[in-house]
Nanobody, 116 residues
Framework: VQLQASGGGLVQAGGSLRLSCAAS????????MGWYRRAPGKQRDLVAT???????NYADSVKGRFTISRDNAKNTVYLQMNSLKPEDTAVYYC???????????WGQGTQVTVSS
């Protein structure tokens, strides 16, 4: 399984970005997917997750601003980020959980920078 993240960039505070994560390979192995982020000098934290059935979970810091979704036909998960704040600046990673083994697949990360 390979995960390819894209869509990061530089945006002003209050702006929006949409991240995409495309899965390829043995995609039948993946069930839950999610987005995580690592800010400079901090640990990697959960942003949002989504199950195969579409149930979602969000970090408190992004509730009401970010929306996670997935298109199973395109094997892609998205993160729509609105009302961005400078504290959202981080490298964002997508993750896919293997439903057959205790293993997680990670994308390469995409940089999001929010200027004040």
């Amino acid at each position: 399984v390979q995960l390819q993240a894209s869509g990061g960039g530089l945006v002003q505070a209050g702006g929006s970005l949409r991240l995409s994560c495309a899965a390829s390979g043995d995609i039948f192995r993946i069930d839950d997917m999610g987005w995580y982020r690592r800010a400079p000098g901090k640990q990697r934290d959960l942003v949002a997750t989504i199950t195969n059935g579409g149930s979602t979970n969000y970090a408190d810091s992004v509730k009401g601003r970010f929306t996670i979704s997935r298109d199973n036909a395109k094997n892609t998960v998205y993160l729509q980020m609105n009302s961005l704040k400078p504290e959202d600046t981080a490298v964002y990673y997508c993750k896919g959980r293997d439903s057959y083994a205790p293993y997680d697949y990670w994308g390469q990360g995409t940089q999001v920078t929010v200027s004040s």
